[in-house]
């Protein structure tokens, strides 16, 4: 089993805006018992202080990120506990 963030492998996003990073499941047998999103190796599931929401379901993995700052750019990895991780680069803007 796999992970895989949806779109290309680097993301655009213009400062101040939201924006979402869907994280998918391929292969997998059975839902994982969690997935962990990391920013530059910091897991930041639990970041609540910067408008950090994650929502998990059995096929997928959505962490949204509101009022994109610079502080923000960085890779993003998809953690899963039963597949092979996966990241993106993201690069805000002015």
């Known amino acids: 089993a796999?992970?895989?963030?949806?779109?290309?492998p680097d993301k655009h996003v213009r400062s101040g805006s939201t924006f979402e990073l869907v994280c998918v499941l391929r292969d997998s047998t059975e839902p994982p018992v969690?997935?962990?999103?990391?920013?530059?190796?910091?897991?930041?599931n639990y970041d609540n202080v910067r408008?950090?929401?994650?929502?998990?379901d059995a096929e997928k993995s959505i962490l949204t990120?509101?009022?994109?700052?610079?502080?923000?750019?960085?890779?993003?990895?998809?953690?899963?506990?039963?597949?092979?991780?996966?990241?993106?680069?993201?690069?805000?803007?002015?």
């Open 51 to 56: 408008g950090v929401q994650v929502s998990s």
């Open 65 to 94: 990120i509101q009022e994109a700052q610079k502080s923000d750019s960085g890779n993003y990895s998809c953690v899963p506990s039963n597949a092979r991780p996966t990241s993106i680069s993201v690069h805000i803007l002015n």
């Open 2 to 8: 796999k992970a895989e963030i949806l779109g290309e």
């Open 34 to 44: 969690y997935v962990f999103w990391y920013h530059n190796d910091r897991m930041i």
